[in-house]
């Protein structure tokens, strides 16, 4: 599977809410588990670290999960059963839908200014080799991801995100019908303001089932969310 160049705190806070989102919270014990030993293995792929380098990143990934387990959690679920909320009262506006985003924004800013001072310190022991190395794999990453862009047409991009949406879609509110898919079909252009009217388009034909399919799902997570037990 082809990488991508990301940051080690983006890489965190991305398996955090895949975890979340795709299998809901049962899994999110395992994730924890998964990650204090996933982060640093990550970053080895990357550049081969010293053993100095390697404790200090792993007694690093320890705390920030702590931190973010203890300061996050609850509100990711509230912030959950808050859009749940609005839409079972069909009260959701688009204003509302880019309240939530810069809400989810200003979280994602929080992890990276937690993040950043341990990766800075890590930064500021390796060598030149070290640097050298992690250049050397991002320059062959995006060469590798131009290659492969290259190949696709536009239509291929285009169908790759419709897809994707509705795959997204369908996980928080069931199946979709078929003026709802004709509106994600219908699409032509993807950036995060279309992607967000095309979420509010979808969710102003929601169906009484579909809307029971969100309250059972944003239900299961939330709840999860408040019973995990955060690592010390």
């Known amino acids: 599977m ?3 160049k990301i940051t080690i705190e983006r890489r965190l806070i ?3 809410l895949f975890c979340v989102a795709t299998f809901g919270c049962s899994r999110l014990q395992i994730a924890y588990t998964v990650l204090d030993w996933y982060i640093p293995y990550y970053v080895g792929t990357y ?3 010293s053993y100095d380098q390697d404790t200090y990143l792993a007694r690093e990934v320890d705390k920030l ?3 973010h387990c203890r300061t996050h959690h609850s509100v990711y679920a509230d912030l959950i059963r808050s859009v749940n909320d609005e ?11 880019d309240d939530y985003l810069a809400q989810l924004g200003d979280l994602w800013g929080d992890i990276m200014r937690h993040a950043s001072p341990a990766i800075a310190q890590l930064l500021e022991t390796a060598t030149q080799e070290q640097v050298n190395e992690l250049f050397g794999k991002f320059a062959d990453e995006n060469e590798e991801w131009l290659t492969a862009f290259t190949k696709k047409t536009t239509r291929d991009v285009l169908k790759e995100y419709q897809d994707n949406m509705i795959e997204q879609l369908e996980r928080w509110f069931g199946e979709l019908r078929p003026d709802q898919l004709g509106a994600v079909r219908a699409r032509m252009e993807y950036n995060m303001q279309t992607t967000i009217d095309l979420i509010y388009q979808v969710s102003m034909l929601l169906t009484d089932d579909q809307l029971r399919h969100l309250a059972r799902q944003t239900a299961w997570i ?3 969310l408040d019973a ?3 690592p010390h």
């Open 222 to 224: 939330a709840r999860d």
């Open 14 to 16: 991305g398996i955090m």
């Open 228 to 230: 995990f037990s955060c």
């Open 2 to 4: 082809m990488k991508r």
């Open 47 to 49: 550049v081969d670290l």
């Open 65 to 67: 999960l702590a931190w």
């Open 87 to 97: 839409y079972q009262t069909r009260s959701i506006t688009r204003e509302r839908l």
